[in-house]
Nanobody
């Protein structure tokens, strides 16, 4: 079955960096677009970044452009989210996501807290 396992979250000071990882299994990773979402307390889940199946195409939410980079390693079935210059408003649970045959799959999420 489809599994998405996120890791790499934690507590970081404003201006700091973190790299999130999502290890995928149960589907043909190298042929699939992958997404990172986040959900802050009291807010709706929002799409943060998307990467094409070969990694050559990426899209970002305006709020993270220039600070976050999504990438993937198709040999290892991992998608990354490199986050730099983090701000308190980036505090959220971050989720890995894939859409397969009109079904959306989610990982368990990893907490990112940006605070001094």
């Amino acid at each position: 079955q489809v599994q998405l396992v996120e890791s790499g979250g934690g507590l970081v000071q404003p201006g700091g960096s973190l790299r999130l990882s999502c290890t995928a299994s149960g589907f043909t990773f190298s042929r699939t677009v992958m997404n990172w979402y986040r959900q802050a307390p009291g807010k709706e889940r929002e799409l943060v970044a998307t990467v094409s199946s070969d990694g050559g195409g990426t899209r970002y939410a305006d709020s993270v452009k220039g600070r976050f980079t999504i990438s993937r390693d198709n040999a290892k079935n991992i998608v990354y989210l490199q986050m730099s210059n983090l701000k308190p408003e980036d505090t959220a649970v971050y989720y890995c996501n894939v859409l397969l045959d009109w079904t959306s799959y989610w990982g368990q999420g990893t907490q990112v807290t940006v605070s001094s």
